[in-house]
């Protein structure tokens, strides 16, 4: 009984705690006092303060030197900001033509919108195959297609470099797109998913006469808005960053997508940091706009598949 | 009732059709890039084998001889690309070993702090961590390469400023620091940098799944912050902490862009030469597919055991 009391009196207190946010009920239970908690609270946001600068300082020292002048970059000792801030550097990249900025930017976004596009269609149909039919070696398939996650790149990738040199797609950008269509963890994500979307709804598609590929397209693709955009995001950034695929496959400066392009302009123009900063601001800013467009999918996406 | 019957095998039938004509591509197509140069690259190691010479079924045999083994003995010869794999290898484990308890270390206090704050502070922090972990690690390389800039850079400005004398960080391979030497230790300093955001959201998140009530009981109780993370916090996130261990162990086993782009081929006497690197360079630069698709075969045998160990670790996870 005495117990039983104590545990409806520590249920109480906690469910008061709970319904208030601030310190008050805190102070009164934890021994440091007004100032010892307000120190500590300052001392919190003065850590994170710190490890944000930490984090920014590289960004902001890429920002500061892509501003600076031809003459200012090699200046000793190096400035922190820009004296005279330029856009001559930008300037120099855009107008160069050895340097076909909007090819590259293209060759980016046909193969990352290619690929997305591609895991998106076959993850999510070969998902909705899995979770709602049921045919003889299912299991199996389904076993096969998880035990090939564990299958790296880097050992494969020497073969898929001779598989594609026999395509004769080497140099091409539909080397780039075609071994990606097909993602083994979007299939899973997409079957986790579409098990949850309730039996019911098929079969009232079925009964009111609709086609297997018509339950796919006008049932089941409507409710997966949320993991299509996870999944999309995610192999959007993925391809997008890629980098040891594209330096194999391709060759011609032409046809490079943007990481490629970046250490070929980097080697290129090395000593001049003035233009490397600048080439890795135009390469990063598409993907930063992706982010803080879509951050909180991102943070939900990792947070729930603990997709990498 | 035979309508019925008929009617349900033939809605039965349509099915069948469904699955099968929409999975069998969709299965073949990835079977075809995934399988069957996992077989191939496990053949390629019995042959002496590049793209440029003419050999039989898959290439193989032909102008690529069968060596049997000697690949593999050749990863324990006295052979440059012996004594390179070896190297190799021991900077993979460096780099591994040493990028986990940095990354922890930084990462959950990190994530502790952040989901101490208020909603909105913790967005923008959350926001800022996250930075460097959706750009593209090649920018990161090269924008980390003018920080580490002997003349030019903003490491030995800033250490200048503090009247500390500076380095040539990326190309001193004497300098040791617990042994591991500086360009090696730089490398490690740029991914941990990169990857922190990562493991950050997912700890963040972990913290925000363990029910409130525990850390009040332990409130009332008298317990302070300190004892309230070791006893209560790090028991509860045991499951997030494991996902994490290994999911920084197999990106970091697998590590090319940074040590590629920043170092160049293996770095000042190979200190940074990794496993991918070493099978990219094998590979591609000397055509030597035979002998890289073995040191291949070493990086997968690390990444399964890394896989089995965790599978190990999680059967035995206990929930709350």
Known sequence: MATADTMTKNRVS???????????????????????????????????????????????????????????????????????????????????????????????????????????????????????????????????????????????????????????????????????????????????????????????????????????????????????????????????????????VITTTERRTLPVMLTWYNSQHGSRYDLTMAASVLVILPILIVYFLFQRWIVRGIALTGFK | ???????????????????????????????????????????????????????????????????????????????????????????????????????????????????????????????IYFLPTVTSLVAVAIIWGTVYNPTFGLLNLALKALGLPGKPWLSDATTRILGVPLPMLCVIVTYVWQDMGYNLVIFIAGLQGIPEVFHEAALVDGANAWQRFWRITLPLLRSTLTFVIVMTMLSSWQQFVLVDVMMGHGGPSNTTRTLVLHVYETAFRYQEMGLAATVAMALFLIIIVTTLVQMRLLRKEWEY
């Open chain 1, 14 to 248: 906690a469910a008061s705690l709970r319904e208030k946010p601030g310190f008050s009920k805190r102070r009164r239970v934890s021994t440091p006092g007004t100032i010892g908690l307000w120190i500590g609270r300052m001392l919190v946001y003065g850590l994170l303060i710190a490890g944000c600068l930490v984090t920014l300082a590289p960004f902001l020292w890429m920002l500061s030197n892509s501003f600076k002048s031809s003459t200012e970059i090699v200046r000793l000792p190096p400035t922190l900001i820009p004296e005279n801030p330029t856009l001559q550097s930008y300037r120099t990249i855009f107008t160069d033509p050895h340097v076909p900025l909007a090819r590259f930017y293209l060759n980016s976004i046909i193969v990352t919108a290619s690929v997305t596009g591609l895991i998106l269609f076959t993850s999510s149909l070969a998902g909705f195959v899995f979770a709602k039919y049921q045919f003889f070696g299912k299991n199996l398939l389904f076993t096969l297609t998880l035990a090939t996650m564990m299958i790296p790149f880097q050992v494969v990738m020497i073969p898929l470099y001779l598989i594609i040199n026999r395509l004769h797609l080497v140099d091409n950008l539909t080397g780039l797109i075609v071994p990606a269509g097909v993602s083994a963890f979007g299939i899973f994500l997409m079957r986790q998913f579409i098990e949850s979307i309730p039996g019911e709804l098929i079969d009232a598609a079925r009964i009111d006469g609709a086609s297997e590929i018509g339950i796919y397209g006008r049932v089941v693709l409507p409710q997966m808005g949320p993991a299509l955009a996870t999944l999309g995001i995610f192999q959007f950034m993925g391809t997008w960053n890629d980098y040891l695929w594209p330096l194999i």
């Open chain 2, 1 to 127: 009732m035979t309508t019925v019957t008929r009617r349900r095998t033939k809605l039965l039938r349509s099915q069948h059709i469904f699955a099968g004509t929409s999975l069998t591509p969709i299965m073949v197509y990835m079977m075809f890039f995934t399988l069957l140069p996992m077989v191939w690259a496990v053949l390629i190691t019995l042959f002496r084998y590049s793209p440029t010479r003419q050999g039989g079924l898959l290439g193989l045999g032909g102008g690529n001889p069968f060596v049997a083994l000697r690949n593999y003995v050749d990863l324990f010869s006295g052979s440059p690309n012996g004594q390179l794999f070896r190297i190799s290898v021991k900077n993979t484990l460096i780099f591994a070993l040493l990028v986990l308890p940095l990354n922890l270390v930084v990462t959950l206090p990190l994530a502790v702090l952040i989901e101490s704050v208020r909603q909105r502070f913790k967005v923008i922090f959350r926001t």
